[in-house]
């Protein structure tokens, strides 16, 4: 995490980088001619205590990017986006500070109320064109990422690009495989089961074999990410930026995406990914019986009694009568179902693709579950009784 930026050990931070820190001045005729929307990327960067967001930041800020960058340090993320978006409206005290730097990019740190410095954040937004946010370490990412899921539907000029998890060498199995309380997930292990792009950072401090390891389990833990291993966070920016990982828009890189999900082996990890294809059209109230049933209501359980608890959700999904490929989106208990540009060919079988990232989670359950979303007479079998309630996490 940066610190306040004002402070004099963050300028001697930048100095090396950003040799001029100037105040922000704010310029009231521009602020009136933005009136003409173009949606601003934002992508969260998160990962472990220490492991390299913001030698990440750094990176990525002087790099050439020819992009004017605006850089959120936050301390949200913990807590649900609903409490969060309670206390802003109610007009919470704000704490921000904030800098320009010289090739343009902005600086701001935020405490708490990160939703607000975000909107306050559009408002300058004719003088930049992305946002990098670095969560703390020990943030759920998907609370973070949920908050610019509600903000979009609320027509925001923002949207989710993508999540980055950076994961240190040398501690990242340990972080991994730590054990919470009540068998809670612990954060490093959400961090990376959200992830879109995973960096194993610090790999001098680590042998081959160490690193094989970490990558092995990772891979286990999220089948969807893309990995890469890096020094110093760094990493060609095209891998990290404009992922587009939550547009519905991409139906052709999703369905490449899908098809590359390893069957990873079974490391023993709490969270894994699975993954299955299903033949056929869904019909689009069994399909969202079946999602809700499994988000919301938590009511679906594995083979041993245990409700499953998912994470990240992602499908390509065929839905009867629509001639769109449709794509699912979830993270924890938000979910979408939005039409891609990509229709089905006339005479082409159809099908849908799914993959689920989470806790006792069972493929054969899932699919059969998703199976009676698809064959319309069969009743949906997923409710078991009431009394078997699932614990929140
Ligand atoms: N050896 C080694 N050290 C690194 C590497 N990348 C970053 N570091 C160092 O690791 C320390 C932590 O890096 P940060 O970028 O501050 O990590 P962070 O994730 O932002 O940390 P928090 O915000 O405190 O959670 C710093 O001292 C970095 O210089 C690397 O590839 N190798
Ligand atoms: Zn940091």
Redesign the pocket.
Known sequence: ??PAMNTVEAEEEYAEDCPELVPIETNKQEEENLDFIVKIPVTIIT????????????YILTEQHNRKIAVILNEFGEGSAVEKSLSISQGGELYEEWLELRNGCLCCSVKDNGLRAIENLMQKKGKFDYILL?T??LADPGAVASMFWVDAELGSDIYLDGIIT?V??KYGLKHLTEEKPDGLVNEATRQVALADMILI?????VSEEELNKLAATIRSINGLGKILE?????VHLSNILDLHAYDTLTGISLQKKLQHVPTAPHLDQSIVTVTFEVPGSAKEESLNVFIQNLLWEKNIQNKDGHCMEVIRLKGLVSIKDKPQQMILQGIHELYELEESLVSWKDDAERSSQLVFIGKNLDKDILKELFLSAVVETEELRTAPGKDQVCPSH
């Open positions: 995490m940066l990962g472990y205590l220490g492991a390299g967001k913001t030698t990440l930041l750094n670095e703390t370490g950076v240190d060498s950072n610090k790999t001098d401090l890096t020094q110093r966070s760094r």
